[in-house]
Nanobody, 116 residues
Framework: QVQLVESGGGLVQPGGSLRLSCEASISSFSVYTMGWYRQAPGKEREFVAKITSSSGTNYADSVKGRFTISRDNAKNTVYLQMSSLKPEETAVYYC??????????WGKGTLVTVSS
């Protein structure tokens, strides 16, 4: 049974930093494209960042230069380092695992609250 478990969310002040982690119980983790998405209250889920099996990365324009996605295949874990956080980035952050569009899995999310 595939599980994606996010951690690292919490309360952070505007301008602060936070690192999210997602541990995946997936065989052949290294072949998956791993991604982070977020859903703010009353809004649709949106793409944040992704990292391919060859460690190529892609970011939403709104987070470029502030967020960094990385992966540790030995630990079956993907990370999202977030800095210069803004109040409007308060959301539930979800981890996603995708393989060639055929296999797609989601975590349950971790809440990030950016507030003073």
């Amino acid at each position: 049974q595939v599980q994606l478990v996010e951690s690292g969310g919490g309360l952070v002040q505007p301008g602060g930093s936070l690192r999210l982690s997602c541990e995946a119980s997936i065989s052949s983790f290294s072949v998956y494209t791993m991604g982070w998405y977020r859903q703010a209250p009353g809004k649709e889920r949106e793409f944040v960042a992704k990292i391919t099996s060859s460690s190529g990365t892609n970011y939403a324009d709104s987070v470029k230069g502030r967020f960094t996605i990385s992966r540790d295949n030995a630990k079956n874990t993907v990370y999202l380092q977030m800095s210069s956080l803004k109040p409007e980035e308060t959301a539930v952050y979800y981890c996603n695992a995708n393989h060639l569009g055929l296999l797609n899995y989601w975590g349950k999310g971790t809440l990030v609250t950016v507030s003073s």
